[in-house]
Structures are given as structure tokens and as C-alpha cells.
């Protein structure tokens, strides 16, 4: 247990930083840290799937498939996190989501305090006119408290990113290569609220360094109530903001979203 604990005043803060931030846009940052808020405290493999299906026929034909799976391996003192997600819906011939994105990161720590990350990966996204989008990074981390109900980290990245937009007739960028050199700031927290009931937040914010005003903020707050030693459910709330999405892309975005969790 770290002596840096500064008490569950910090995780209401960070909840409360989650809900006020505007609207959410099409931001094009991606949170797994919900994925590391409790690392386990033995070498080891444990895993997780998540899986989403929505199926509908008649008067309102829909069919939603999504999911994630992800590996999470301690040796010492490293971390290692290997993360892929999924999703396709449409209906009535249209085309509703299509999206993948793979993420793999390692975390080393230094002492009790800090800790060391780098980190790849790879997304793609139809309706964010995503053809690739390629990350990689590394930076350190603070941990700030670490008690059995609450722990919350402090991390900076720098991120080298390389981006291709697709050939969407009407678009002014169709096509678009870019290589951006941005920094990766978050603060992540998590307490346990007692009977299996858990909660996680976390706020991105991602600069470009030649260009801070074309910033990139993400906030995610999630709750998961266990139901069973291996199964249970997740609530997801998340906003996000970017001032310079691709043409015809909202700088807002907000998605809540229900899941169940399996894990082993």
C-alpha cells in the first residue's frame, strides 16, 4: 500500500470533472486505463470478454454485434495489457457502425511511486472516417494513492501519430495523410464502493505540440457491480471533444453504454 493516499475527496473530484466536461465529439482518444485501475497483486494471466448483441426484425430490422477481449499479464514488476475491440450494426441495408481498434501496453514500475508505460495501436473507423489511425508512446506515470478502496494515477505521454482519412465525396481532406507529434496528459481514479460494486474515472487531455490549441479531451466515468466471481455488469458513460475532427465529423460525441463482463 502506497503512503501517498490522498482519500476519496480526489475520486469526487474526477467524477465530478467527467460529467461537466462538454459534450462529447468525435475525439479520436481511446480509454484503457479502466482496464488497469486495479492490476492484480500476484504474477499471473487473468482475461476479460465483453460481448454486445442487439437483433431486431419486423417494423424496426436492426442487428448490432460488438465486443471486446482483453489480456492482462503481471511478471514482477511489469504489466502488460493487450486489448482488442470490435463492432458492426446495420439496418434495413444501412450501414450503422464499423469500427476496430487493438491497443498493447506495457507498464514497468520504478518504485513505489512511479511507474514507466509505452504503448501501440491501431484504429479504424468508418463513421470517423477513420481508414487508419496508428499510435506510439511512452512516458511516466504517478501514482498517487493506492489503498484497497481507492487508487488513483497520474500519467504523461508523448505520442507520435500517423493518421489516413478515407475518399468521402464532398469532403475538402478527402484522403488526407497525417503525421502529428501530440502530448497525452490523464488522471485515472478508482474506488471500491463495497459488495462488488466498483467505479472508475478518467479524464484525457491530448495536445498537439506544435499546435496546442488543437487539443483532444476525453472523460469516462464507469461503474461495475459483480454478480457472480466471474461475471458481471458495466455502466459506461463518455464525453469527448476535439477542436479540429476531419470535415463533416461533429466535434462532440457522448455514448452510454451497458455491458457484461466475463472474466477468467
Given at each position: 500500500?502506497l503512503?501517498?493516499?490522498?482519500g476519496?475527496?480526489?475520486?469526487?473530484?474526477?467524477?465530478?470533472?467527467v460529467?461537466?466536461?462538454p459534450?462529447?465529439?468525435?475525439a479520436?482518444?481511446?480509454?484503457?486505463?479502466?482496464?488497469?485501475?486495479?492490476?492484480?497483486?500476484h504474477?499471473?494471466?487473468?482475461?476479460?470478454?465483453?460481448?454486445?448483441?442487439?437483433?431486431?426484425?419486423g417494423?424496426?430490422q436492426?442487428?448490432n454485434?460488438?465486443?471486446s477481449?482483453?489480456?492482462l499479464?503481471?511478471?514482477?514488476?511489469?504489466?502488460?495489457?493487450?486489448?482488442?475491440?470490435?463492432?458492426y450494426?446495420?439496418?434495413?441495408?444501412?450501414?450503422?457502425?464499423?469500427?476496430?481498434?487493438?491497443?498493447?501496453?506495457?507498464?514497468?514500475?520504478?518504485?513505489?511511486?512511479?511507474?514507466?508505460?509505452?504503448?501501440?495501436?491501431?484504429?479504424y473507423?468508418?463513421?470517423?472516417?477513420?481508414t487508419?489511425?496508428?499510435?506510439?508512446?511512452?512516458?511516466?506515470?504517478?501514482?498517487?494513492?493506492d489503498?484497497?478502496?481507492?487508487?488513483?494515477?497520474?500519467?504523461?505521454?508523448?505520442?507520435?501519430?500517423?493518421?489516413?482519412?478515407?475518399?468521402?465525396?464532398?469532403?475538402?481532406?478527402?484522403?488526407?495523410?497525417?503525421?502529428?507529434?501530440?502530448?497525452?496528459?490523464y488522471?485515472?481514479?478508482?474506488?471500491?464502493?463495497g459488495?462488488?460494486?466498483?467505479?472508475?474515472?478518467t479524464?484525457?487531455?491530448?495536445?498537439?505540440?506544435?499546435?496546442?490549441?488543437?487539443?483532444?479531451?476525453?472523460?469516462?466515468?464507469?461503474?461495475?457491480?459483480?454478480?457472480?466471481?466471474?461475471?458481471?455488469?458495466t455502466?459506461?458513460?463518455?464525453?469527448?471533444?476535439?477542436?479540429?475532427?476531419?470535415?463533416?465529423?461533429?466535434?462532440?460525441?457522448?455514448?452510454?453504454?451497458?455491458?457484461?463482463?466475463?472474466?477468467?
Amino acid at each position: 500500500m502506497l503512503f501517498c493516499y490522498v482519500g476519496r475527496g480526489l475520486t469526487r473530484l474526477l467524477l465530478l470533472l467527467v460529467l461537466f466536461l462538454p459534450r462529447l465529439a468525435s475525439a479520436q482518444i481511446v480509454n484503457i486505463q479502466g482496464q488497469l485501475a486495479k492490476p492484480p497483486e500476484h504474477d499471473g494471466v487473468t482475461g476479460q470478454i465483453e460481448l454486445k448483441l442487439d437483433w431486431r426484425e419486423g417494423n424496426n430490422q436492426l442487428f448490432n454485434i460488438g465486443g471486446s477481449a482483453s489480456t492482462l499479464v503481471k511478471h514482477g514488476r511489469l504489466l502488460v495489457l493487450a486489448l482488442a475491440r470490435g463492432e458492426y450494426g446495420e439496418s434495413r441495408g444501412l450501414t450503422l457502425a464499423r469500427r476496430s481498434f487493438e491497443h498493447l501496453r506495457a507498464r514497468y514500475t520504478i518504485d513505489c511511486r512511479w511507474k514507466w508505460e509505452a504503448f501501440v495501436q491501431h484504429e479504424y473507423d468508418a463513421f470517423r472516417r477513420l481508414t487508419v489511425r496508428g499510435v506510439v508512446g511512452t512516458g511516466p506515470a504517478l501514482q498517487i494513492a493506492d489503498t484497497d478502496d481507492v487508487a488513483v494515477l497520474a500519467g504523461l505521454a508523448y505520442l507520435l501519430e500517423g493518421e489516413q482519412l478515407d475518399e468521402r465525396e464532398g469532403t475538402v481532406d478527402a484522403g488526407r495523410r497525417t503525421i502529428s507529434h501530440r502530448a497525452s496528459a490523464y488522471i485515472t481514479g478508482t474506488e471500491m464502493l463495497g459488495s462488488g460494486v466498483s467505479i472508475v474515472q478518467t479524464v484525457y487531455v491530448q495536445p498537439r505540440l506544435d499546435d496546442p490549441g488543437d487539443v483532444r479531451v476525453l472523460g469516462e466515468l464507469s461503474v461495475t457491480s459483480k454478480l457472480t466471481t466471474h461475471i458481471a455488469l458495466t455502466d459506461g458513460l463518455t464525453v469527448a471533444y476535439d477542436r479540429t475532427p476531419p470535415d463533416g465529423i461533429e466535434r462532440y460525441d457522448m455514448a452510454l453504454k451497458i455491458g457484461l463482463l466475463v472474466t477468467f
